[in-house]
């Protein structure tokens, strides 16, 4: 059991896996942070396990948005997609508790 932290910087208007879960693994997300790194408003959509978790979520300039009230559990080739409406403007950590299948 180890728990581990997921990054990207500069998230833009691709969307961005920040992270899929392995084959062998279970994993509970346990916190999500949103930081706007540009200096103004962004409209961010967070995707866990193919569905919105939020969606068009705004970050004031210079702020930072965590979007997990809770955990949430994750499943193998699950992933967490992070879209913003501004090229280059988000940076994310997710962090999660994982082990391995027993």
Known sequence: MAFNNYTSSA????????HTVATGQETIVIGLNLANI?????YVDVQLAGVYLIK???I???????????????????????TSNTAASCD?????????ES
Request: some cysteine; proline content about 4%.
């Open 11 to 18: 998230i833009g208007t691709s969307p961005v896996t920040v």
């Open 38 to 42: 540009t200096g103004i408003q962004i």
């Open 56 to 58: 068009g979520a705004a």
């Open 60 to 82: 004031p300039a210079g702020s930072a948005l965590s979007a997990l009230d809770g955990k949430i559990v994750l499943e193998v080739t699950d992933t967490c997609i992070i």
């Open 92 to 100: 994310v950590i997710l962090s999660v508790l994982e082990q391995g």
